[in-house]
């Protein structure tokens, strides 16, 4: 009955975002020069250009699959795991977790004390109904917050507050990834009238402007929103976007102007096409659904079964999910199965690999990564 429940909901939430209005995002000329700039002069020399072209790989590409096993860490803060999403910082793991009244969580790093909870769940002023964290690669603020066209961040004492930035029209308003490169210039996805796209926010004193850097969608078979869904990753310092699919085995990794693309996909079955909530179905396989993108590598969540299967497992076991490893550069470099399954994010400094998982009584679990 409850895998019922939860497939009735989401199903009516799928109908729901499936009648938004999905437009073409024309392109814009007018780019930010100095921020362009910026980010070309900060950018490291240490990484060769990207090897452009469309590339099969296979899981031997990683190597042996490392099983890493997880510690548990007992809090003294009782929430359940639903819709979570992790950030990482030096000494900081900011959480969105949807709970009955606060949206938000903070616990101290290394060693995960519970700090507080914030940000009212609610309609009103101030309250937040389907938030997401928005990373940024300045010094301060610690993060962004997105929700419903608007942007907070979140204060050094673990406070949202409004943010003077106007975003510009978004398609799609809800659970929006979006990375922020400085309070001028963001990177984000939308939908548009075939797929999705990754999008380049600037802001240049009294303008703005939107330009479409690459267009995510690439079979004709599959023209809705819903078969592109994916995992947006940025590093500043490289230059790079990144996306990985759902609903494909494939990832996309870019410099940031769209201009250098190398496109990895798996020898998989071939997804079936379908309408929006055909595609969101729970009978369809799920390839990649987190990231964590740090300093010198990126890391993809891989499930590569369906929610049903995972939910059968999950009823007898701490079930499992896997992390794989990539360079900026889309190299693959190493390939981990995580003895539960949850959520996840990986550390600043890339030694561990935090989880909040669905499956424990202690929800917080924690993977010491080898060394390279």
């Known amino acids: 009955m409850e895998i019922m429940k939860r497939i009735t909901i989401w199903l009516a ?28 002069s900060a950018v490291r020399e240490d990484i060769p ?4 072209g469309e590339f099969t790989i296979d899981d031997s590409d990683f190597g042996a699959t490392i099983d890493l096993k997880g510690e548990p860490v007992p809090v003294n803060h009782i929430f359940k795991v639903q819709e979570t999403q992790m950030l990482a910082l030096s ?16 616990f101290t790093l290394p060693d995960l004390k519970f700090i507080k909870d914030f940000g009212e769940q609610g309609k009103g002023p101030f309250e937040f109904k389907y938030p997401t964290l928005v990373k940024n690669f300045e010094s301060n603020p610690l993060c962004y917050v997105h929700d419903n066209g608007h942007l907070f961040y979140i204060d050094e004492d673990c406070e949202v507050v409004p943010a003077k930035i106007e975003l510009p029209y978004m398609t799609y308003r809800g659970d929006l990834q979006m990375y922020s490169f400085s309070d001028s210039l963001f ?6 009238s075939k797929g999705k796209a990754i999008l380049r926010y600037e802001i240049d004193q009294d303008t703005s402007s939107v330009h479409q850097v690459h267009d995510l969608a690439f079979s004709q078979r599959h023209s809705n929103w819903a078969s592109y869904i994916g995992d947006l990753g940025a590093s500043k310092e490289y230059a790079r976007l990144v996306y990985a699919y759902k609903y494909f085995r494939r990832i996309t990794f ?11 996909t798996f020898k998989t079955k071939d997804t079936k096409a379908g309408t929006n909530v055909e595609m969101l179905a729970p009978d369809n396989v799920t390839h990649y659904w987190g990231i964590s993108p740090q300093k010198n590598h990126v890391y993809f969540l891989y499930s590569g079964r369906t929610p049903i299967e995972v939910h059968n497992e999950n009823r007898d076991s701490s079930g499992y999910i896997f992390v794989e490893q990539f360079d900026w550069n889309g190299n693959p470099i190493r ?13 600043h400094d890339e030694t561990m690999i935090y989880q909040f998982s669905n499956t424990e009584i202690h929800p917080i679990v924690k993977y010491q990564l080898p060394a390279l």
């Not at 870019?254 to 990895?264: H, N």
């Not at 390939?335 to 959520?343: C, N, S, T, V």
């Open 49 to 52: 250009p990207i090897e452009t």
């Open 91 to 106: 000494n900081l793991l900011l959480v969105k977790n949807r709970n009955p009244n606060k949206m938000f969580m903070a």
């Open 335 to 347: 390939r981990f199965k995580l003895d539960h399954w949850g959520y996840f994010c990986v550390s």
């Open 13 to 40: 939430l799928c109908l729901l975002l499936a009648s938004c209005r999905n437009v073409d995002t024309k392109k814009e000329h007018n780019s930010n020069a100095q921020d362009t700039l910026a980010i070309s």
């Open 187 to 192: 990177y984000y996805i939308d939908n548009t």
């Open 254 to 264: 870019m410099d940031t102007e769209g201009e250098q693309i190398r496109t990895l």
